[in-house]
């Protein structure tokens, strides 16, 4: 197992542990988030699905190759992003408040051994246009610890 993948799934046993505990969803969520924990979990797992089956939507070329290009390789560098937390993937089907957070969690941890099990060339981010597997790994772990704080227990994503 990668780097990378160990993030991932370091990340995903933390949040089954957060589960397990029924520790307030405040703990691990993002100050400001808008969604609950069910609804932010659906996110992440569907923007990690999208990365391997190809994304509902992409942003205009010139904004992928521009703006979204510049935007990965400060994140990359960085080791951290930054972004809406209320910001839904453009042709996504909605998320639903209503699905029991462990439901949601299983979705996801079929998404990370779907992502982690890929060998092909991923799919363009809508924004950010292409990435390498290592590259959407590193920015898959960036964003689960952006709405999921608590799970790495600081505010940066561990690399």
């Known amino acids: 197992m990668n780097e990378t993948s160990s993030t991932l799934n ?17 703990e691990v969520l993002a100050s400001g988030s808008v969604w609950n924990l069910s609804q932010t979990v659906q996110h992440c797992a569907q923007t ?15 904004f992928r190759a521009t703006v979204g290009g510049l935007a990965k390789r400060l994140f990359l560098i960085r080791g951290a992003m930054k972004h809406p ?10 998320l639903d408040p209503e699905l029991p957070v ?13 992502f982690i099990a890929h060998t092909g060339t991923p799919a363009r981010h809508p924004a950010y246009g292409r990435c390498t597997h ?7 772990a ?16 561990p690399t």
Do not use: N, W
């Not at 542990?17 to 307030?24: K, N, S, T, V, W």
């Not at 937390?85 to 909605?94: K, Q, R, S, T, V």
């Not at 290592?134 to 898959?140: D, P």
């Open 10 to 26: 370091d990340l995903a046993a933390r949040l089954q542990m957060h589960i397990a505990e029924d520790r307030p969803e405040s």
């Open 48 to 62: 990690v699905v999208y990365s391997v089956i190809g994304y509902p939507r992409l942003k205009l070329a010139l």
């Open 85 to 94: 937390l209320g910001a839904e993937i453009d042709g996504a089907p909605p």
């Open 102 to 114: 462990s439901e949601a969690f299983a979705g996801l941890t079929e998404a990370v051994a779907l």
């Open 134 to 140: 290592a590259q959407f790994g590193r920015l898959h």
């Open 142 to 157: 960036m964003h689960l610890a952006e709405h999921l704080p608590g799970l790495t227990g600081a505010d940066q994503c």
